[in-house]
C-alpha cells in the first residue's frame, strides 16, 4: 500500500508541446545543447514532496493577504475551476523563465512593494497612484472567467479586480485617444531573463480604447480569495478574457493613452503568429497549431474552443 502513490497536481506530467516559447527556446536549444539534457535528468529526480511544500511555502504569504471582495455573479462559468496549486505552477512570465513549471521558483527577487502605476497621454488627469491606494479605491469584485493560452491550453480561474473602464473614467481620456498602450516592470535584478538582450523588454501590451472600456476587461490584483502570488503577474495585471492570454500583461506599472495604434512584445518578435487583436477564435489555426480545441490544464480533459472564449455576447460588436 505504501507503495502505491497518487500523484500530486504538480506532478502531473506535461505532454504538450510548448509553443510560444519554440520561438526562443529553438535558438537557445543550439546554444545550450548538452546542458539542456543534464539539467533535465537532475530535475526529473526532484522529490515531489519536497516540492509540495516548497510551494506552500512560496505561496502562504500571498494567501494570508486575502481580499474582501463580493462575488460578482454575472460571471461565472459552467466548466470547473482550476486547482489553485495547478494554476500556480503553470505560468507564462518570461521575464522570470520561459520554462511554465518553474516559474514560481525563480520569482523569489520580486519585489511587488511600493508599486505605482502611472497613467498619462492623451488624458485631462494624468496620475501617479500606488497601488494599495488604488484597491483602496476602486470597486474591486470576484468574477470567474475562462482563460485561454495562444497555446491552446486553458483554465477557469476566480480573480478579483476591477473593470480597467473604473480607473480610466477617473483619469477622463481625451477625444484623440484611441488606444492604451500598457507596459511591464524593467528590473533585471529582480527578472534575470531580462538580461536576455534578444527580447524586447520592457514586456508591452495595448487594447483599443473601445475594448479597454468594455466591462470584461479587469485589472486584476487578486486571485482566489487573495492577492496575486507574483507568479500570476503580481500586484496587478491585465485580465481581456476574450483574448489570448499573451494579451493579459502581468505586473503593469503604465497604463498610456495614445491615438496611435501601440506595438506589441509578442507582434515584434513574431509578427505572423501573434497579432494584435488576438481574438480567440476556434477557425482560425495559429501558423503551427490548430486552435479548434484547448487542454484543460490540470484535467487532462480537451474542450472545444469557444469563439471569443464564450464572450461573444459582450464583445462580437467591438468587431463588427
Ligand atoms: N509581463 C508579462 N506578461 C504576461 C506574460 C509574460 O511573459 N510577461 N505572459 C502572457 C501569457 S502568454 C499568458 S498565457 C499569461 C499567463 O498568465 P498566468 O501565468 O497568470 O496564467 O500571462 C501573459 N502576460
Ligand atoms: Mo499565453
Do not use: D, L, M, R
Given at each position: 500500500m505504501a507503495y502505491i502513490k497518487v500523484p500530486k497536481a504538480w506532478e502531473i506530467p506535461e505532454n504538450q508541446v510548448t509553443t510560444e516559447s519554440d520561438y526562443i527556446d529553438r535558438r537557445k536549444f543550439i546554444k545550450n545543447l548538452g546542458l539542456g539534457s543534464a539539467g533535465a535528468l537532475l530535475f526529473s529526480s526532484t522529490n515531489a514532496c519536497a516540492q509540495g511544500s516548497a510551494l506552500e511555502k512560496q505561496l502562504e504569504p500571498f494567501r494570508s493577504q486575502t481580499l474582501d471582495a463580493k462575488k460578482n455573479e454575472n460571471f461565472t462559468v459552467e466548466r470547473q475551476i482550476t486547482d489553485e496549486i495547478v494554476a500556480a505552477t503553470y505560468n507564462n512570465y518570461y521575464?522570470?523563465?520561459?520554462?511554465k513549471s518553474t516559474v514560481w521558483k525563480r520569482v523569489e527577487k520580486f519585489k511587488t512593494r511600493p508599486w505605482e502605476i502611472e497613467v498619462s497621454g492623451l488624458v485631462e488627469k494624468p496620475m501617479t497612484l500606488d497601488i494599495d491606494d488604488l484597491i483602496k479605491q476602486m470597486p474591486i469584485e470576484e468574477r470567474i472567467y475562462r482563460f485561454r493560452c495562444v497555446e491552446a491550453w486553458a483554465m477557469v480561474v476566480p480573480w478579483i479586480g476591477f473593470p480597467m473602464k473604473a480607473l480610466l473614467e477617473r483619469v477622463q481620456p481625451k477625444a484623440e485617444a484611441k488606444y492604451v498602450r500598457m507596459l511591464t516592470f524593467l528590473d533585471p535584478e529582480m527578472a534575470p531573463q531580462q538580461n536576455d538582450f534578444r527580447l524586447p523588454w520592457p514586456y508591452y501590451e495595448g487594447l483599443t480604447l473601445a475594448e479597454a472600456m468594455n466591462d470584461l476587461t479587469l485589472l486584476t490584483v487578486g486571485i482566489y480569495g487573495h492577492v496575486l502570488p507574483p507568479?500570476?503577474?503580481?500586484?496587478i495585471r491585465l485580465i481581456?478574457?476574450?483574448?489570448?492570454?499573451?494579451?493579459?500583461?502581468?505586473?503593469?506599472?503604465s497604463i498610456e493613452l495614445t491615438d496611435k495604434k501601440p506595438r506589441t512584445f509578442w507582434n515584434t518578435l513574431a509578427p505572423r503568429e501573434y497579432d494584435f487583436e488576438a481574438n480567440v477564435n476556434p477557425n482560425v489555426p495559429h501558423p503551427r497549431w490548430s486552435q479548434a480545441s484547448e487542454r484543460m490544464i490540470g484535467t487532462g480533459k480537451r474542450l472545444p474552443t469557444l469563439i471569443y472564449n464564450g464572450y461573444g455576447e459582450a464583445v462580437a460588436h467591438l468587431y463588427k
Open positions: 521575464e522570470f523563465t520561459t520554462s507568479q500570476h503577474g503580481a500586484p481581456v478574457p476574450w483574448k489570448y492570454g499573451f494579451k493579459s500583461i502581468k505586473s503593469v506599472v
